[in-house]
T-cell receptor, first 113, second 115 residues
Framework: GQQLNQSPQSMFIQEGEDVSMNCTSS?????WLWYKQDPGEGPVLLIA?????ELTSNGRLTAQFGITRKDSFLNISASIPSDVGIYFC?????????????FGKGTKLSVKP | NAGVTQTPKFQVLKTGQSMTLQCAQD?????MYWYRQDPGMGLRLIYY???????DKGEVPNGYNVSRLNKREFSLRLESAAPSQTSVYFC??????????????FGPGTRLTVT
């Protein structure tokens, strides 16, 4: 089946640092979404992207729809402690079954000890 | 506007027992979904309902059944629970249209342990 490769799997952040993560796919997507999940909660939608090359921000978060339509990137600027959690990318394949989403396995952000 | 609600929040079952997980949304969304989340596996689609009256299998449907009771409610049933079904279950819903407001929104989850 289709797969999304999300990297890194985990990373440690220090307050004030910028953070980058990405997702790549073997298929062309027409939609990329980024979700955040806090411990014990459901995923919360952060950003949606619909066009190749599109750059969209939500506060300190900025995401881009890759021009090849096979990847997407999420950047967090000036990280703060409440940024910790798991970030998931999700994509919708052009013409895919019922427009269902394919999810990456997540990038876990933790605070540097 | 509660969004997507799920009951119960936690459940412990013995192997072979049955139970139904409930999901309801108040956003007038047409599509509803059931996912399971296991460590290191991300979110995997169990079943979905593109509209009231229709249901379809997702990636991991074995051992589960679903019912789209009406436009608001979509339930997931485990007929004979197995330890492999220990997981966190999420319901989601999606509207018909274009843009971020029509994407999938998730409930808070049900944490199920099968012993």
């Amino acid at each position: 089946g289709q797969q999304l490769n999300q990297s890194p799997q985990s990373m440690f952040i220090q307050e004030g640092e910028d953070v980058s993560m990405n997702c790549t796919s073997s298929s062309i997507f027409n939609t990329w979404l980024w979700y955040k999940q806090d411990p014990g909660e459901g995923p919360v939608l952060l950003i949606a992207l619909y066009k190749a090359g599109e750059l969209t921000s939500n506060g300190r978060l900025t995401a881009q729809f890759g021009i090849t339509r096979k990847d997407s990137f999420l950047n967090i600027s000036a990280s703060i402690p409440s940024d910790v959690g798991i970030y998931f990318c999700a994509g919708r394949v052009y013409g895919g079954s019922q427009g269902n989403l394919i999810f990456g396995k997540g990038t876990k952000l933790s605070v540097k000890p | 506007n509660a969004g997507v609600t799920q009951t119960p929040k936690f459940q412990v079952l013995k192997t072979g027992q049955s139970m139904t997980l409930q999901c309801a949304q108040d956003m007038n969304h047409n599509s509803m979904y059931w996912y399971r989340q296991d460590p290191g596996m991300g979110l995997r689609l169990i079943y979905y309902s593109a509209s009231e009256g229709t249901t379809d299998k997702g990636e991991v449907p074995n051992g589960y059944n679903v019912s789209r009771l009406n436009k608001r409610e979509f339930s997931l049933r485990l007929e004979s629970a197995a330890p492999s079904q220990t997981s966190v279950y999420f319901c989601a819903s999606r509207g018909t249209g274009y843009g971020i407001n029509y994407e999938q929104y998730f409930g808070p989850g049900t944490r199920l342990t099968v012993t």
